[in-house]
């Protein structure tokens, strides 16, 4: 048994695949890759995962799991979420080691982005 179990793999529900794969992948560069109608994995996103069909979505508000990302241009990245397609949730801030803000993806999904 290995010393540390990393997390390698998270999922999120979407209730729109076409949606999400066209926002992640425009605002972040993720590849996807279709596993039939109710699933789509993707990569090129520091871990591996997928988007399964869903009518439910991660808030962190009500106990889900925050994902947060991590860029060098807080700002920029701002900007590119929110031309894409996502929403703000909450501006930029500062907490201690950094700044950070959150948004809520076409599906619903809320996620977090901080730079130091």
């Not at 590849?31 to 789509?40: I, M, S």
């Not at 948004?103 to 999904?109: A, K, L, T, V």
């Amino acid at each position: 048994m290995s010393a540390s179990t990393p997390i390698s793999y998270i999922e999120f529900a979407a209730n729109d695949l076409t949606l999400i794969k066209d926002f992640y992948s425009k605002a972040f560069n993720w590849q996807f890759v279709d596993y039939g109608p109710d699933y789509v994995s993707f990569e090129n996103a520091g871990i591996t995962g997928g988007f399964y069909y869903s009518p439910l979505h991660a808030n962190a508000n009500e106990g889900s799991v925050l994902v947060v990302l991590h860029t060098d241009n807080l700002e920029a990245c701002l900007h590119k979420i929110v031309k894409c397609g996502g929403t703000i949730k909450t501006d930029i801030f500062s907490f201690p080691g950094g700044k950070r803000f959150h948004f809520i993806d076409p599906c619903q999904n809320e996620l977090a982005v901080w730079a130091t």
